[in-house]
């Protein structure tokens, strides 16, 4: 479970800089490709610790996204305008929905990574002389 949070934590900070460094508004693929890229990362191989590692990669960047967003709309003393449109209303479920199919994909390109090969144990040294 250690590990998971890790890669969580990891995850929005990898979404997070995705998100700030794109000229466009990518809505939830940051999250979704910084999900899946952590759980690769990380060798997450259960589906239960993917889970955690991509839930908590949405809902800090979620977070984060928007009190930056709210921060710079009040230094810059700017009213915050809230239309209600399809996207408003879907967005949570579309994130969820995403989050569990990262964390799937997530295990998947896990489990189909072939091992490493073993290397062979080191030789023993040599046996020492009486004295």
Do not use: C, H
């Amino acid at each position: 479970m250690d590990k998971s949070i890790r890669a969580g934590i990891s995850g929005f900070i990898l979404a997070i800089i995705i998100n700030l460094f794109s000229p466009i508004a990518l809505f939830f693929i940051p999250s979704f490709v910084a999900a899946i890229l952590i759980i690769y990362i990380f060798r997450l191989e259960t589906f239960r610790d993917s889970l955690v590692a991509a839930f908590m990669t949405y809902i800090f960047t979620d977070g984060i996204l928007g009190t930056l967003i709210l921060a710079t709309l009040y230094l810059e003393n700017k009213p915050y305008e809230l239309t209600v449109d399809i996207w408003l209303i879907f967005s949570p479920i579309v994130s969820a929905v995403t989050a569990v199919i990262a964390g799937y994909v997530g295990v998947m390109l896990v489990q189909r990574m072939k091992p490493a090969r073993e290397l062979p144990p080191p030789p023993l040294p040599p046996p020492l002389q009486p004295v």
